[in-house]
């Protein structure tokens, strides 16, 4: 199982970001999907997630939108006005009960003031 992720860098407070998590070796459709962050000298914190239903953070919500491609079996974070406080390493995660998870490698968003 393979779970690679892309995008990611530097952007302007305001801006726009999208990153991506391409999924091989596994039934993709029959994972859920979470984008996670980690902020330095932070927990780890669920920002995403869409299985049965759809769900976001209260500090995401109407700014970040989660979405899967099963045909490319790529899962992807929209993040529109972006803040300094988003700033963080971001971590893709595949999951399905009794099966296990997966984790992506992390990804580098820095939100500059």
């Known amino acids: 199982v393979q779970v690679v992720q892309s995008g990611g860098g530097l952007v302007p407070a305001g801006g726009s970001l999208t990153i991506a998590c391409v999924v091989s070796?596994?039934?993709?459709?029959?994972?859920?999907i979470g984008w996670y962050r980690q902020a330095p000298g932070k927990e780890r914190e669920l920002v995403a997630s869409?299985?049965?239903?759809?769900d976001y953070a209260d500090s995401v919500k109407g700014r970040f939108t989660i979405s899967r491609d099963n045909a490319r079996s790529t899962a992807y974070l929209e993040m529109n006005s972006l803040r300094p406080e988003d700033t963080a390493v971001y971590y893709c995660?595949?999951?399905?009960?009794?099966?296990?998870?997966?984790w992506g490698q992390g990804t580098q968003v820095t939100v500059s003031s």
């Open positions: 995660k595949l999951e399905r009960i009794f099966w296990g998870s997966y």
């Open positions: 070796g596994l039934t993709f459709t029959a994972y859920d």
């Open positions: 869409t299985g049965s239903s759809t």
